[in-house]
């Protein structure tokens, strides 16, 4: 059984800047990739951002490429299934609950694991 956690969410102004964190606990030899996932009202779940096992590659969706940014605790042999996502010059598109995913990955491209989602955060952005 993996358990997933974020924290972090909150009320922002337009230009400011969030940090979310989450972790996957559960299963103490299993190393995820992981990602980042948003949801608005009204409008289907999306891509954010990943980052494989090792923390050494990363993804993100065209619209945050530039301002977010996803990390994880350490390197190597020595990440863990701990991730961040530093959130700068944020836009009031950018308001909606925020999810994380423990999954995989391939071709540079992310595959939510449907059972391995975190409660969500809530970020608004306002004018």
């Known amino acids: 059984q993996v358990q997933v956690v974020e924290s972090g969410g909150g009320l922002v102004q337009a230009g400011g800047s969030l940090k979310l964190s989450c972790k996957a606990s559960?299963?103490?030899?299993?190393?995820?990739?992981m990602g980042w996932f948003r949801q608005a009202p009204g409008k289907e779940r999306e891509f954010v951002a990943a980052v494989i096992w090792n923390g050494e590659r990363t993804y993100y969706a065209d619209s945050v490429k530039g301002r977010f940014t996803i990390s994880r605790d350490g390197l190597g042999e020595n990440a863990n299934n701990t991730i961040y996502l530093q959130m700068d010059s944020l836009q009031v598109e950018d308001t909606a609950v925020y999810y994380c995913n423990a999954g995989g990955s391939s071709s540079n491209t992310y595959y939510p694991n449907p059972h391995y989602w975190g409660q969500g955060t809530q970020v608004t952005v306002s004018p």
């Open positions: 559960g299963e103490s030899f299993s190393k995820f990739d």
